[in-house]
């Protein structure tokens, strides 16, 4: 088993140490000192230069581990290719469309999907993607052409640095369709449910797209309190969040006072 | 930064990307809510680019790109389409398309769009 240097938290802090990474299972040298075969991983997230790799039966050891690009690369993909989550090959395609471009260069990579506890991951010779379960958007069993044939893929909408974003699975239609039980059951809490209205919707649409308040407003046609009312709708059935709170103002007598003497020395 | 010409059968589509545009500086030189309509308002106004969604009544937006680029071979268009329809693609940049959208879109990446198609 190889050497590297990595940095492991232990009781609250950063501590350089060593890690071997080996065929099945990977080992964290003092003061861990401790083994871990890939088949007891249940879960695995990364955040920049760090993984969080969660072990165990119960999933309750959880290790965080810091290092460069091309060590947590190779540990990632030991890590996929044998935790123990739903995994099957696959081609995809991630990310295909950005904030509803479409990415003309993007391509098939031929690879293996692992579905974890906390997110999707996609593995191939030189890409890694993983797609947190919180972030996904939505999940779609649909048709796309390819090689001029309309072939069945399973269509992940997700967010990615504040941009919407879509990434296609392309497998045989059996193995498509449990992938995509398996991920609409793993997405359940994100369905929605609830009836909308078609302003409710608009104004959706319209906060998706990036516009505010005032430019809502101006485009429907719609007071400030009949917005707010909107809003409350999004907020109550969970489809949009408070960002920040707009104030309005009426002025005190010293505001007042201000602008009477502005207006009799006019201010510049 | 551009004088456009947005093209889309709703109305509420059209006025979201006109307040998406102007954000970013544009000038909205026209409107149109269809394929016939579209060429008329592009021989009229000359804009230097197009927005264009594909699905809409009488002549549709694949139709309208043709006979856009038969008229001038050197227009910019962008094709604008629901989710789903991503394979009317290699239809559109075939037909002379230099960019395409999918709905629904966010603001910024449109802006960038437009403006790479914009400085080729």
Redesign the interface.
């Given at each position: 088993m190889k050497s590297v240097p990595i940095k492991v938290e232990h009781e609250g802090k950063w501590v350089p140490t060593t890690m071997g990474i080996g065929e099945d299972r990977f080992r964290i040298d003092a003061p861990l000192n401790t083994e871990i075969f890939y088949k007891s991983v249940v879960d695995l997230d990364e955040k920049k230069n760090q993984v969080v790799i969660t072990a165990g039966a119960e999933g309750k050891t959880v290790y965080r581990v810091a290092s460069v690009e091309k060590v947590l690369s190779v540990l990632k993909k030991f890590i996929i290719m044998q935790a123990s989550a739903y995994r099957l090959n696959a081609y995809f395609m991630s990310p295909a469309?950005?904030?509803?471009?479409?990415i003309?260069d993007a391509r098939w990579d031929k690879g293996a999907i692992a579905v974890m506890k906390t997110g999707i991951w996609f593995v191939s010779q030189e890409k890694q993607v993983c797609i947190p379960i919180g972030d996904v958007a939505g999940i779609e069993l649909?048709s796309?052409?390819i090689q001029e044939k309309?072939l069945n893929v399973v269509k992940i909408d997700h967010l990615s640095e504040n941009?919407?974003v879509?990434s296609f699975v392309l497998c045989p239609m059996t193995t498509l369709q449990v992938l995509y039980n398996f991920l609409k059951e793993a997405t359940r809490d994100s369905e929605v449910n609830e009836e909308i209205d078609p302003l409710t919707g608009?104004v959706a649409?319209?906060v998706?797209?990036?516009?505010d308040s005032s430019?809502i407003e101006n485009?429907l046609k719609l007071s400030h309190k009949d917005l707010d009312a909107v809003y409350e709708r999004l907020l109550e059935i969970g489809l949009a969040e408070v960002l920040y709170i707009r104030k309005e103002v009426q002025l005190t007598p010293k505001g007042v006072r201000y602008i009477s003497d502005a207006v009799k020395s006019p201010i510049n | 930064m551009g004088r456009i010409l947005i093209v889309d059968d709703t109305m509420?589509m059209r006025?979201?990307l006109k307040?998406?545009l102007f954000?970013g500086g544009h000038d909205i030189v026209g409107e149109a809510a269809d394929g016939a309509e579209a060429l008329a308002r592009y021989q009229e106004l000359k804009p230097d680019l197009v927005t264009m969604d594909v699905v809409m009544p009488k002549v549709n937006g694949i139709e309208a790109l043709k006979a856009i680029k038969a008229a001038d071979p050197a227009a910019k268009v962008i094709m604008c389409t629901a989710?789903?329809q991503?394979?009317m693609?290699?239809l559109a940049?075939k037909s002379g398309a230099r960019?395409?959208?999918?709905?629904?879109?966010?603001?910024?990446?449109?802006l960038?769009?437009v403006k790479s198609v914009l400085s080729a």
């Open positions: 469309v950005r904030g509803g471009v479409l003309q649909t796309r052409e309309d941009e919407v879509t608009q649409m319209l998706y797209s990036g516009m430019a485009m | 509420f006025t979201l307040n998406i954000s989710v789903g991503e394979q693609v290699k940049v960019g395409y959208i999918v709905k629904p879109f966010q603001a910024p990446k449109v960038e769009e």
